[in-house]
DNA sequence: TTCACCTGGTTTCATATTGAAACCAGGTTT
DNA sequence: AAACCTGGTTTCAATATGAAACCAGGTGAA
């Protein structure tokens, strides 16, 4: 028999919960759970942008890739994609109202990454030396 | 000429950049922002839990990509895996204390994805609409 | 005008990464 | 003995990624 188990986590209010392999917020997360869509959201929180000013701050993302991820997140609603009628014709990203929502979460993550840096290089070191050691 | 141009944002004072290719912290955030390892991290936010109840809780993780992410978060000094000398073995996983910093961050995203699904799920059915209408 | 480079992408292809599944050694339960 | 638990590793096919080429159109200098 199957245990029953209590949930993970309380699901949220609305009714998704991501620990469910079925649930549509797992689409989400695979979406904004990605590095390059989180440095993308965090890149527009400064200001809208166009493609390629996008492209050359996020140092090492391809086109294919970035116009790819841009696509995603419009599609999402998080992305606002204008086509200006100039000669010739510029493309801006900026974040939709919605979009904002969500950078406040993903700087979180970003800035952590960033000040916590030094902790885990020093972990990884302690981890990769007892690895050695245990291996002689 | 290659104009200057601002950074992308204000460098952490660290000194390290997510933004820079070269930067370590983007290693981090290659670990951290993936899907997987956030519901890792959250699941784990919750209490110590064995490998076979984590794996159950997250519905739809394989063996082998759930070792894989709890040894890359051990590597980093996120999660602490702890051998009981039980007979049976028991191998149960936690947070260490840097991993509890991270968790906040983590539970923002997912809780953002849980609570933001329906506009989500709106906007996708707009911009699929408009794709459709426009390919008449 | 031709060369070179900008724009915002798409296409190609070789190489990771992933997921599903089988497999493993050991132990427990029926 | 048969079946299931534990915590994984291995195998393999499908998918995603990254580097690079390519594209149509425009700009600017020689």
């Not at 606002?80 to 109202?97: E, I």
Request: charged share 25%; hydrophobic share 40%.
């Amino acid at each position: 028999m199957v245990t029953p188990r209590k949930p993970p986590h309380t699901p949220d209010p609305t009714g998704f919960n991501v620990y469910a392999r079925e649930c549509p917020a797992r689409m989400v997360l695979d979406r904004i759970g990605d590095k390059w869509a989180l440095l993308v959201l965090d890149r527009l929180r400064r200001d809208t942008a166009r493609f390629n000013v996008i492209r050359r701050d996020i140092g090492g993302i391809s086109q294919k890739v970035l116009s790819q991820v841009l696509k995603n997140l419009e599609r999402d609603g998080l992305v606002l994609r204008t086509v200006h009628a100039t000669v010739p014709v510029a493309v801006t990203y900026s974040l939709t109202p919605l979009g904002e929502t969500l950078t406040q979460a993903a700087a979180s993550l970003i800035h952590w990454a960033e000040s916590h840096m030094a902790q885990i290089q020093h972990a990884q070191r302690l981890y990769d030396d007892r690895l050695a050691n245990a291996s002689l």
